[in-house]
C-alpha cells in the first residue's frame, strides 16, 4: 500500500496477506463496519480462511461492495437502534465487532448526545451482538469473540473522553464474555491498534497539517506518532491478521486478554 504519507520503515506491499493456515471453512462470521478500514480487511482475511462472512455497516453501498469483493453477506444496520440486533444472523462462529465512530473535544464542550451515541455503538451494540451469538457458539462447543479495542483501551488521550471511555467498557466485557465462554469452547479477546492507516486517519493528518501550518510527515511524527517508537501507521491488513490469527487451531487458551498492536506506544 502506498500513501504520501508512509514512512521509511512502512513495510512492502505484497499483496493481501494468506490466511496462515487458520482453515474456517463451515465457520460463519459477523463483522461490524465492514465496509472499510479495519473492518473490511478482517472481513476479507475470515473469508481467505474459508469463513463465510456476514459484512455489516451503515453505509449500504460499501457493505455491499464489500460482501460481493468476498462472496459473502451484506447487512445494512444502524448499530445505535437496538432493534437491528435482532435483524442479523444469529447462528454465527466468529463475531468480530469493530464498528465504531470518533468526536474530539474537552470534556466542558463534548456534546452529552455525542457520548451517548458513542456509547450506544461501541458498547451496547457489542453486548447485545454477544448475548445474540452466544447461545449458537455454546451449542456448537466453539465460538470466537474479537473485539477491536484501541491503545486507547488500555491507555488515555485528552479530548478523547468519549472514545476511551467505550473502549475501555469494551475491555470489561470482553474479559466477562471470556470467563462465562471458557467452559463452552469459546474465547473472547480485544486488539488494541495504534493509529491505522485508514482514510479517517489520514483525513486527521491532513486537516492537524492545516490548521497547525507543519507538514503532513511532521503531523504524523510529532503529533499522533509522538509516543509511538515504531514510526509508522499500523495497516489494517496487520489488525486483520492478528484476528485471523485468534481463530487459529493453537488458541484455544488465549482469552481474556488484550493484545496490543501499539509499535511499543504501552512500552513508555
Known sequence: ??????????????????????????????????GSGIGQACAAALSRGGADVHVV??????????????????????????????TLPADIDILVNNAGLQHIAALPDFPPERFALMQQVMVTAPFLLIRRVLPHMYAAGWGRVINISSVHGLRASAYKSAYVTAKHALEGLSKVTAVEGAPHGVTSNCVNPGYV?????????????????????????????????????????????????????HTSYVTGASLPLDGGWGAN
Do not use: N, Y
Not at 500500500?1 to 474456517?24: K, Y
Not at 460482501?67 to 440486533?85: E, K
Open 1 to 34: 500500500m502506498t500513501s504520501e504519507f508512509a514512512s521509511p520503515h512502512t513495510p512492502p506491499a505484497s499483496g493481501p496477506p494468506a490466511a496462515g493456515g487458520v482453515d474456517l471453512t463451515g465457520r460463519a462470521a459477523l463483522v461490524t463496519g465492514g
Open 57 to 86: 455497516d451503515l453505509d449500504a453501498g460499501k457493505a455491499k461492495t464489500v460482501a460481493d469483493a468476498i462472496g459473502g453477506t451484506a447487512h445494512i444496520a444502524d448499530l445505535a437502534d437496538p432493534a437491528v440486533i435482532d
Open 197 to 249: 492507516r485508514t482514510p479517517l486517519v489520514e483525513g486527521q493528518i491532513k486537516d492537524q497539517a492545516a490548521a497547525h501550518g507543519i507538514s503532513p510527515g511532521d503531523v504524523l511524527s510529532d503529533v499522533l506518532l509522538s509516543r509511538t517508537p515504531v514510526k509508522r501507521l499500523l495497516e489494517a491488513e496487520e489488525v486483520a491478521a492478528a484476528a485471523l490469527w485468534l481463530c487459529g487451531p
